[in-house]
């Protein structure tokens, strides 16, 4: 896979039994929409055990089954909030550290700076973000925070700042596979097509293309940049 071309987003999904969580943006072939997706995985009891829930500022992670949630440190945040027409994406708390870096009017840049990756030995799993401008074309930045070995001992931060192009998008991820320890996406956020069909079969193409034993949930937001309304999708595998 090329980070120039553009590659099928279903046809790389289902050659990968696990991506962990992924994040998927870009622009419709006509220009007409912002293109948002989002996705968990897991491979736990503890990290199968969730369901993504609409808030009033974006969504939420909660647990399916409270009495099973045995450690909520890491699998349980606000994965989707909007500040001034600016939509926040990432895997983890650092969702909170933008919006508040944002609030206080510094970037995302300087507030991931502030951030690393998780502290899950052996894993270090990679923190990605996304940052995308509803009021500016839909231009979007992605960034990806991982391990600079395999001992934790430092923290690597790459950000890719991206135009927002009609009929494109990227995907990060957090792992290129299954193992253990899982290994780090690596490389940039790989270049895929963004078909002008509506959200639902959007939606349910990329569902049907994760792994039916690993995924969890995912959400998808079509933003329409004339008017600024949008459309939401969840799809739960706890029902």
Same mark, same amino acid.
């Given at each position: 896979m090329s980070a120039t071309q553009l590659n099928d987003l279903t046809q790389i999904l289902k050659s990968n039994s696990y991506p962990g969580r992924g994040i998927v943006v870009g622009k419709s072939h006509s220009g007409n929409f912002g293109v948002i997706a989002y996705f968990i995985m897991g491979r736990s009891v503890n990290?199968?055990?969730?369901?993504?829930?609409?808030?009033?500022?974006?969504?939420?992670?909660?647990?399916?089954?409270?009495?099973?949630?045995?450690?909520?440190?890491?699998?349980?945040?606000?994965p989707v909030k909007k500040f001034n027409g600016q939509l926040i994406v990432t895997n983890g708390d650092q969702t909170d550290t933008v919006y508040d870096f944002l609030s206080k009017g510094e970037t995302f840049i300087k507030a991931l700076s502030t951030r690393c990756f998780e502290p899950d030995f052996p894993n270090f799993t990679p923190r990605i973000s996304c940052i995308c401008d509803e009021n500016n074309e839909f231009n979007y930045a992605l960034s990806i925070l991982k391990s600079a070995d395999e001992k934790g001992?430092?923290?690597?931060?790459?950000?890719?700042?991206?135009?927002?192009v009609n009929g494109e998008g990227h995907f990060i991820s957090t792992y290129n596979g299954d193992g253990n320890p899982l290994p780090s996406f690596t490389g940039e956020p790989i270049k895929?097509?963004? *078909? !002008?069909?509506? =959200? %639902?079969?959007?939606?349910?193409?990329?569902?049907q293309s994760l792994n039916a034993d690993n995924k969890v949930s995912l959400y998808v937001r079509y933003t329409n940049l004339l008017t600024k309304?949008? *459309? !939401?999708?969840? =799809? %739960?595998?706890?029902?």
């Open positions: 990290s199968r055990n969730r369901v993504f829930k609409k808030s009033e500022e974006g969504i939420v992670i909660n647990a399916y089954d409270p009495n099973k949630l045995t450690d909520p440190s890491l699998i349980i945040y606000s001992s430092a923290c690597n931060r790459f950000t890719f700042e991206y135009a927002a895929v097509t963004v *078909d !002008e069909i509506d =959200i %639902n079969t959007f939606a349910n193409k990329i569902w309304k949008f *459309d !939401e999708v969840i =799809i %739960n595998k706890n029902k």
